[in-house]
């Protein structure tokens, strides 16, 4: 299916979390915390006006369009550019023909499927939107921004997913270098070196509608201890 939601936001308001470690802000703060939403909610809808580098578009070249001739008021198709007229594009897709903007051509990510938003060649809202899709039909529901977590709900058990094994992956590792690829179990990981190395209380935002998995999320958050160290002062740096 070469469709992709038209709005980031509208994705996670039906089954994504975002999880990012708030740093020195202690679970107390409520205002701290509150500020921290805030900004997440603001990071994601800046997805929406967010700059998208302009593109070279040429015929029988493979874009992402927002259309309603071809996909419907609210997704992204995958199209095959027919011709170029000026600021004119006329695409080809599901068996339709439209004339769009050429603006509102977007370029398709030429590799596969990134575990971090941000290694994407081209950044935009279909691409993000279908890197995540190709991710969550492998089971890897989890994706990066940066140091945020995006995890969609697959309402079903994913075997291999959590427990013991999981977990030692991401002990001492950075975010980026857990051999799990991304995981809730990673920002854990993330929020205690850095309690640790600060000595300071550490907050992680967990923001979803219902039915997202927060709940589930906050589980494997505080799995008892992301990091059983018998040593008193555990490694503050990880790798």
């Not at 000026?86 to 603006?103: C, E, F, K, L």
């Amino acid at each position: 299916m070469d469709l992709a939601v038209n709005s980031f936001e509208t994705v996670i308001a039906h089954a994504h979390c975002l999880l990012a470690p708030v740093p020195g802000c202690a679970l107390t703060q409520n205002t701290k915390l509150l500020v921290a939403c805030e900004l997440v909610v603001a990071l994601v809808r800046d997805c929406d006006r967010m700059a998208v580098p302009r593109i070279r578009i040429k015929p029988d070249q493979d874009v992402w369009v927002e259309s309603a001739y071809l996909a419907g008021a609210s997704v992204y198709a995958k199209a095959k550019v027919v011709s170029v007229d000026g600021s004119s594009v006329q695409v080809q897709a599901r068996g339709a023909n439209a004339t769009v903007p050429r603006a509102d051509c977007y370029a398709v990510h030429p590799g596969d499927a990134v575990p971090d938003h941000c290694q994407l060649t081209f950044l935009s809202l279909p691409t993000m939107l279908e890197n995540t899709r190709q991710r969550f039909m492998r089971d890897q529901i989890y994706t990066l921004v940066g140091d945020i977590l995006v995890a969609v709900n697959p309402f079903k058990p994913i075997k291999g997913l959590y427990g013991e094994k999981v977990m030692a992956q991401c002990r001492g590792k950075r975010l980026y270098n857990c051999a799990c690829g991304p995981h809730v179990y990673a920002i854990a990981e993330k929020a205690y070196a850095s309690m640790v190395r600060a000595s300071a209380s550490q907050g992680i935002v967990v923001s979803g509608e219902s039915g997202a998995g927060k709940t589930e999320a906050n589980k494997s958050l505080m799995n008892p201890n992301p990091n059983p160290n018998p040593n008193p002062n555990p490694n503050p740096n990880p790798n």
